[in-house]
């Protein structure tokens, strides 16, 4: 099963462009860690503070890993900081067929 997640994250207006560039920076490090099938980041059109994330994992173990790595905590201790809210998160379970 791959797991598909999307995170809501809201910013102070005035940390917009600095978690720009520093998503930037990370994403190519979080695409290539282990499991990560995707990563994309989306822009509210009616709210530029608003983002979401959204990912697949080959399986809620790779995500699990990700989640208590090293990598994922400098992301996120980097930008708590510049939260305007508490993230949300959803996950699902998928079922890949294959031809």
Same mark, same amino acid.
């Given at each position: =099963? =791959?797991? *598909?997640?999307?995170? *809501?994250?809201? +910013?102070? %207006?005035? &940390?917009i462009?600095?978690?720009?560039? +520093?998503?930037?920076?990370?994403? %190519?490090?979080? @695409?290539? /860690?282990?499991?990560?099938?995707?990563?994309? #980041?989306?822009?509210?059109?009616?709210?530029?503070?608003r983002? =979401? %994330?959204?990912? &697949?994992?080959?399986?809620?173990?790779? #995500?699990?890993?990700? @989640?208590?790595?090293d #990598? /994922?905590?400098?992301?996120? &201790?980097?930008?708590?900081?510049?939260?305007?809210? *508490?993230?949300?998160?959803?996950?699902?379970? %998928?079922?890949? *067929? #294959?031809?």
């Amino acid at each position: =099963m =791959m797991i *598909k997640r999307i995170v *809501k994250l809201e +910013f102070e %207006t005035k &940390y917009i462009e600095e978690f720009q560039r +520093f998503f930037e920076e990370n994403k %190519t490090k979080i @695409r290539n /860690f282990e499991g990560c099938e995707h990563l994309e #980041l989306w822009q509210d059109i009616n709210d530029k503070s608003r983002f =979401m %994330t959204y990912s &697949y994992w080959q399986s809620e173990n790779d #995500l699990n890993q990700y @989640r208590h790595s090293d #990598l /994922f905590k400098n992301v996120y &201790y980097k930008t708590k900081a510049m939260f305007a809210k *508490k993230p949300q998160a959803w996950s699902v379970n %998928t079922i890949v *067929k #294959l031809n």
